[in-house]
């Protein structure tokens, strides 16, 4: 994806942009002498630990490790793909992207569809507020306890009856007629064209830009199907989406927790009455796709479902999906309602604090897993435990492998009395120090330029023997060298774009990495910096004198090879 940014219009975005303002609009960030200090955005800590470095434009945490530039803070924290960071970043610094990005990619441009999707939404917002019949759907509202305020925030509209509202509309020319059919507002069937949404309440489904991607529509009379949703297109994929996350960030960048409830109504509701971090899946389970986005959007995650044997049921496949990506980093609950209630009905029965309650008392995974295995064992015979070690090790097995699911095991093993995997596997892993990888000579004058391209001239100002080293790092340095020499404005995380996705992109991101050189003051890394290519210098002199003291007995050497040899010689004596 990032091969067709070129580098250089990427490190031209880079600095014209400013870390401190992308991250400080996301994270609140105090002070520091020349850094800025926050709570890291990525994980759970009550000390900050989270560093943004102005001069570098880099950002980096010495808890998590999360680092790297504007470009991949918007990636991580906003859930952003590559290009789309990069647009919003270009947007922000009024740069037009290249012209060669602006040529349509391969299949429909989906930029018309965005646009015919929200020009449909402004026309139901209108029509719930101007159509003769709309009071019926206000007044549904209404009896749902939701005000204007949440109306308007949501978008909420109405779509009027009839079988042409959206063509006679939109759709009267070829063109918006065959958008309006891709987009799912129309239907054709039997050489006939009509509205997919007919006197319905319309909720738009947003995507995490805030882009209307789709509609889910509410039937105002007995009619079948109660709920309506859009079909799959190129921009709506049901299994990717959740609605309510866009209108949860808005209101709060940093929601204490995620939600998952089962419809729109659910949602709206808990906004209403003060709980605006709902989310809700698109008329499907929830999928793999939508924990992923799920975890990366919030420190905690809570399932809602019913409390009888279907919503426990339901809730066991959502564990399921969940084991794969729960590596107790962040919770994952899951909340049981009292028979007959759903999130809508009991926050209005209860209040929010109530509410809030139980979510808060709502139980862990661990938890869940567990009870619901010893359900009809018997543990006090040892076909029960058996049967208890069999059911639960392909459970446990699905979990990525670390602390989390050594603990799982451990509490398998108590239930069981059968000795845990990870009391089996080697002990070296457990309690032993995570210490930084040591940084040999190359590696280490790489990290250093990386760190601070200013350095350049203490490298450059010394001999270069160190290029007679045959390895890909020398190839690397040399290049890291010759890109700072013609372009020394290039800020540090500049630099680093300049590799991304080559083949040098996964070195550079792991060099780049400011914890490697903690260890060593500011003050003495143009020190740190000569001596690492010394070191690297008397390495290439001596592979240097190797060479030729090899070609001088079979071939005899130059008078340009004599006198290298010589001052090689001079140099190692």
């Not at 959740?242 to 204490?256: H, I």
């Not at 930084?436 to 601070?452: E, G, K, S, Y």
């Not at 300049?498 to 792991?510: K, L, M, N, P, V």
């Not at 010394?534 to 050497?557: I, M, P, W």
């Amino acid at each position: 994806m990032a091969g067709k940014f070129p580098s250089d219009f990427r490190e031209r975005l880079l600095d014209r942009v400013e870390i401190a303002d992308i991250v400080g609009a996301r994270v609140r960030l105090k002070k520091a002498g020349g850094l800025l200090k926050g709570l890291c955005p990525f994980h759970n800590e009550k000390t900050p630990s989270f560093v943004v470095t102005p001069s570098r434009q880099t950002y980096h945490c010495f808890g998590c490790g999360a680092h790297g530039n504007a470009i991949d803070f918007l990636i991580e924290h906003d859930r952003l793909e590559f290009r789309e960071a990069i647009e919003e970043l270009a947007q922000q610094a009024g740069l037009e992207l290249p012209d060669e990005l602006n040529t349509a990619p391969a299949g429909p441009d989906p930029k018309p569809l965005y646009q015919i999707l929200e020009q449909a939404a402004v026309l139901f917002r209108r029509q719930l507020r101007e159509h003769p019949q709309a009071h019926r759907a206000t007044d549904y509202l209404r009896g749902r306890g939701l005000s204007a305020e949440i109306a308007a925030r949501f978008g909420l509209g109405y779509a009027p009856p009839g079988w042409d509202f959206l063509l006679q509309q939109l759709g009267l020319r070829p063109e918006t007629s065959a958008l309006l059919e891709r987009a799912g507002l129309i239907i054709e069937r039997d050489g006939r064209r009509y509205d997919r949404f007919r006197d319905r309440v319309m909720f738009p489904i947003r995507d995490r830009r805030g882009r209307v991607i789709g509609f889910g529509g509410r039937i105002l009379d007995d009619g079948e199907p109660k709920y309506l949703n859009s079909p799959e297109s190129q921009v709506f994929h049901k299994g990717r989406e959740l609605y309510g996350l866009f209108e949860a960030q808005q209101a709060s960048r940093q929601q204490p927790r995620l939600l998952v409830v089962e419809g729109y109504m659910d949602v709206i509701a808990q906004a209403q009455f003060g709980v605006p971090y709902a989310v809700a899946t698109l008329g499907t389970a929830t999928t793999p796709e939508h924990l992923t986005r799920l975890l990366r959007s919030a420190p905690e995650l809570v399932f809602c479902f019913d409390g009888d044997r279907a919503g426990r049921a339901a809730a066991w496949k959502a564990l399921e999906t969940a084991l794969p990506q729960a590596s107790g980093q962040t919770p994952i609950r899951f909340l049981f309602l009292p028979d007959g209630e759903d999130p809508d009905s009991l926050i209005r029965q209860e209040g929010k604090a109530a509410f809030e309650q139980r979510i808060e008392r709502a139980t862990l995974l661990s938890d869940f897993l567990f009870q619901q295995l010893q359900t009809e064992r018997d543990l006090n015979s040892d076909e029960g435990r058996a049967s208890l070690d069999a059911a639960a090790r392909p459970l446990l097995s699905a979990v990525p492998a670390g602390t989390f699911r050594d603990l799982l095991e451990r509490r398998l093993a108590k239930l069981t009395g059968v000795p845990s995997m990870a009391r089996r596997r080697s002990g070296t892993r457990r309690g032993a120090v995570q210490t930084p990888t040591p940084l040999n000579p190359m590696r280490r004058a790489i990290a250093l330029l990386l760190d601070d391209p200013k350095l350049a001239p203490y490298a450059l100002a010394e001999p270069s023997d160190w290029r007679e080293i045959d390895s890909p790092g020398v190839r690397l340095l040399a290049e890291l060298l010759e890109t700072i020499s013609e372009h020394p404005e290039l800020s540090a995380a500049a630099l680093c774009e300049h590799w991304r996705d080559t083949e040098q992109g996964r070195i550079i991101s792991r060099l780049s990495n400011s914890a490697l050189l903690a260890h060593i003051p500011q003050e003495g890394r143009a020190e740190e910096l000569i001596g690492a290519i010394r070191r690297l210098n008397r390495d290439g002199q001596s592979l240097l004198r190797q060479r030729l003291l090899s070609k001088a007995s079979t071939e005899g050497l130059t008078s340009e090879e004599r006198e290298q040899l010589l001052r090689s010689n001079k140099l190692s004596g």
